[in-house]
């Protein structure tokens, strides 16, 4: 079923890895390994992922997968939503940043409308006080954590198409065993999970790739974490980390 008045919504842009795609209110266009944007010929990514399509008078972005999950934000990146299979969400900003991963590969595309139902612009506090944009406070071997595996993504030689570190690779990059690495990322995971992200709890050795790949989803699209972090992994292999962390999660975690 179509919506009412589709005769005069105005299309939809695509963009991703620099080329354009233009979305019609009167098709449904999918997104996956085999569909009107063909993203890449990943096995672990589905034929047909996500949809975007026009129904009840609004543009909507649908999972339409079985397996994977999409981190979608507005343009800030103070406004997210984490896009479980068989979910759908509207499409009610002008500028609208889709990350997901599939196996170790990580991919993000920009949703561009003439419509904005809500402005999420950030705004700055002129009495002079600080303005707080995220409830996240993390120590420097926190940030340098997520900086490594969010490396590749941040880094990206393709635009739109990054990837992971393993657990392994990531520890090695950062100098630590991956006693230390799998500590501190646990504390980070449940730090973000006391706040409300979703998709970063698990059992013992449960989803561990797809909660590093959460992980860097959020930190990347919620601007956690940005280009502007990454000397912090500038010479880290060189120093050990021989100081236990706090059971807490203090000042060294």
Request: proline content about 4%; charged content about 20%.
């Amino acid at each position: 079923m179509t919506g009412a008045t589709e005769g005069t919504a105005a299309p939809l842009t695509v963009e991703y890895c620099g080329e354009l795609y233009r979305v019609e209110p009167d098709i449904e266009f999918g997104i996956g390994r085999e569909a009107e944007l063909t993203i890449d010929d990943n096995p672990y990514l589905h034929r047909r992922f996500l949809t975007v399509s026009r129904d009840f008078g609004m543009w909507w972005l649908s999972n339409v997968g079985t397996l994977l999950t999409a981190t979608v934000t507005d343009a800030t990146g103070t406004m997210q939503a984490w896009l479980a299979p068989g979910a759908k969400l509207p499409i009610v900003f002008q500028t609208m940043h889709v990350m997901f991963s599939a196996g170790a590969t990580t991919y993000d595309f920009t949703i561009a409308s003439d419509e904005d139902y809500f402005d999420t612009t950030v705004k700055v506090d002129s009495s002079g006080g600080s303005t707080t944009v995220l409830p996240v406070t993390l120590t420097t071997s926190q940030r340098q954590l997520i900086v490594a595996l969010a490396e590749g993504v941040l880094t990206q030689a393709v635009p739109g198409r990054g990837t992971i570190p393993t657990s392994a690779e990531a520890a090695e990059r950062l100098g630590w065993s991956m006693t230390t690495f799998n500590r501190k990322l646990d504390n980070v995971c449940d730090k973000l999970d006391k706040l409300g992200v979703a998709g970063l709890r698990g059992g013992r050795g449960k989803l561990a790739t797809n909660r590093r790949a959460r992980l860097v989803e959020y930190a990347v699209t919620t601007r956690l974490v940005g280009v502007e972090d990454l000397p912090l992994l500038e010479g880290v292999a060189a120093r050990l980390d021989q100081t236990p962390d706090p059971v807490d999660g203090g000042a060294d975690d």
